[in-house]
């Protein structure tokens, strides 16, 4: 039976452009079977800045088995990401990498199917769903911060902490051994998705992965009717049950599962990266710590709760956090493949062609961003972001696959940093810099060493 990432699973894919078909493109194919494969994943950035100096921002690569033509710059983020012409699929550029894992998740859709998913579960979005995760948030940040003194490996503590905000707002359970088990799948599903072994075989990251989806398919199925039937209920996974879709069907159980799987992935891995990497610079950059703890100051006293109608106020807390998803980006490449031919950069690229664009480069560029490697939050002022290109900036993706929960990830960091930053001091060691994972999601290797010190 053919593997559910595999072209013979797919057959209304398009079929893949082999490598003898993109012999026009500059690039490297690397050795046979393994490709680039080592070459990328040894150093990601590294990697993608050496081929733009070599071959400019057209160049074809050949990893995970798979032929890719990466497309570098703003322009080529929105040719991508908006596709006006619709001659991207999401679902085909994804799937060979993500469907034994995340199979039928919103990422992986496209056109009308997607949109109509998109709208359904839209509703826990809403401001009503959000003012009560606004108060879960609000308890478990005061509840458990309290303890976060002293030395600590920041990483791991974060990730923690967003997997109970996760288990009280996504799925409305307690706290405790279950969601550990839960985190555990999760951790093992993004794990498996770029390991070199693509089969699922025993005692492999992929076989470990599939187990987790295993565990979790198991875990939500019984629950789904009750859930439905329970108007009492407003956690994410309760709204999504009750849901329908324009047609007045409720999504059958496996396509609800397959939602929550891919959405409390999405939700938790990138949180966790992205407030790391803004918890990293704050304390690389006391000054601007010191800023947005009078910001937070101003808007509420130490130890009291946000209301849902304040978060707007907190406008350079989202200045910094935008600028960290800036310097790391929490999704580091996009891929698509191509439905039919087309040209860029004078380049023609031909139908079934796998594409990619790459965030975390094109955040870096020095013909968007002047001096990119210094810290600046200030770029994100109204008018910097008016003069500059609107597709230079794409930590959330762009067009109709634009981050359904950003406007969650946006609630959990400016509280999680009203609590924290109102409470203590973030401060590392003289000369530290911890080595960064970059793929599949940026986190510091060392669990990332902070001390916080009693305001």
């Not at 390991?195 to 187990?211: E, Q, Y």
């Not at 059958?252 to 918890?279: C, P, W, Y």
């Not at 946000?306 to 891929?335: C, G, H, N, Q, W």
């Not at 900036?393 to 609590?419: D, E, I, N, S």
Request: aromatic share 12%; with cysteine.
């Amino acid at each position: 039976m053919a593997l559910a990432h595999s072209e013979a699973a797919n057959p209304h894919w398009v079929p893949r452009t082999k490598i003898g078909g993109l012999s026009h493109i500059p690039g490297e194919n690397g050795p046979p079977i393994i490709g680039t494969t080592f070459r990328v994943l040894r150093d990601p950035p590294g990697y993608g800045a050496r081929m733009v100096k070599t071959y400019g921002k057209v160049f074809r690569t050949n990893a995970f088995g798979n032929p890719t033509v990466s497309l570098v710059g703003a322009e080529a983020n929105e040719l991508l990401l908006f596709d006006r012409e619709k001659l991207f699929s999401s679902e085909q550029g994804w799937g060979p990498v993500l469907n034994l894992l995340f199979p039928r998740g919103l990422m992986l859709m496209d056109f009308d199917h997607h949109r109509m998913d998109r709208r359904a579960l839209g509703i826990a979005f809403k401001p009503g769903p959000m003012r009560a995760y606004t108060q879960d948030m609000n308890r478990i940040f005061a509840e458990q911060l309290r303890d976060w003194r002293g030395d600590m490996l920041f990483y791991p503590a974060i990730k923690q902490l967003t997997l109970d905000v996760a288990a009280s707002s996504f799925l409305g359970i307690p706290l405790g051994p279950e969601a550990d088990k839960i985190n555990k799948a999760f951790v093992d599903m993004v794990q498996a998705s770029v390991a070199p072994i693509r089969a699922p075989l025993p005692f492999t990251p992929m076989g470990r992965g599939v187990a987790g989806r295993k565990y979790l398919i198991d875990y939500f199925g019984p629950q789904i009717a009750e859930r439905r039937r329970n108007e009492n209920r407003q956690d994410m996974f309760s709204q999504f049950c009750r849901s329908k879709r324009e047609d007045g069907e409720y999504m059958s159980d496996g396509e609800l599962i397959d939602h929550m799987n891919f959405l409390m992935m999405a939700a938790h891995d990138t949180i966790t990266s992205s407030v790391t990497s803004m918890i990293w610079y704050l304390a690389k950059h006391p000054a601007w710590q010191q800023k947005l703890r009078e910001e937070c100051l101003a808007i509420a006293p130490a130890g009291s709760d946000i209301a849902f109608a304040d978060l707007d106020k907190f406008e350079l807390t989202e200045y910094a956090f935008k600028e960290a998803l800036r310097m790391i980006s929490p999704v580091p490449s996009i891929p698509r493949r191509a439905l039919r031919d087309f040209d860029f950069m004078g380049y023609h690229i031909p139908k079934g062609t796998s594409v990619s664009i790459s965030p975390s480069y094109v955040h870096m560029m020095e013909e968007y961003w002047p001096n990119p490697q210094e810290f600046d939050p200030m770029r994100f002022t109204a008018d910097k972001v008016k003069a500059r290109h609107k597709y230079a900036w794409v930590p959330f993706g762009g067009g109709a696959h634009m981050c359904l929960g950003l406007h969650f990830a946006y609630m959990q960091t400016k509280l999680f940093m009203h609590h924290l930053l109102t409470s203590v001091k973030v401060e590392i060691a003289d000369g530290y810099a911890p080595d960064w994972q970059a793929w599949p999601i940026p986190k510091p290797k060392d669990g990332l060493k902070v001390r916080f010190t009693p305001l």
